[in-house]
Nanobody
Framework: QVHLVESGGGLVQPGGSLRLACAASGTIFHIKVMGWYRQAPGKQRDLVARITSDGSTNYADSVKGRFTISRDNAKNTVYLQMNSLKPDDTAVYYC??????????????WGQGTQVTVSS
């Protein structure tokens, strides 16, 4: 089995910054894609940013220029640096990944989520 554990959420004032981290553990052969999603109360879960194993990234339009996704392949960890935070960024942030445990088997686990609240 594979697991994802997020950390780094919290309460921050508008214009502030937070850095989220998500570490994968278990029997890992290769992690193809790692990403961050968020879900605000009463809304669907949406993609925030994703990064491939070779470093290619894409972002939701609402966070471009403010958020940066990165990963440390040696640590099986993905990060989300969030700057210039707005109240609309308030949500539970979830990590997701495409994790190969062997050449033929891929899992798509979710982390437990971490709350980010942007408020004065």
């Amino acid at each position: 089995q594979v697991h994802l554990v997020e950390s780094g959420g919290g309460l921050v004032q508008p214009g502030g910054s937070l850095r989220l981290a998500c570490a994968a553990s278990g029997t890992i052969f290769h992690i193809k894609v790692m990403g961050w999603y968020r879900q605000a109360p009463g809304k669907q879960r949406d993609l925030v940013a994703r990064i491939t194993s070779d470093g290619s990234t894409n972002y939701a339009d609402s966070v471009k220029g403010r958020f940066t996704i990165s990963r440390d392949n040696a640590k099986n960890t993905v990060y989300l640096q969030m700057n210039s935070l707005k109240p609309d960024d308030t949500a539970v942030y979830y990590c997701n990944a495409d994790i190969q445990t062997s050449y033929l088997t891929t899992y798509h686990p979710w982390g437990q989520g971490t709350q980010v609240t942007v408020s004065s």
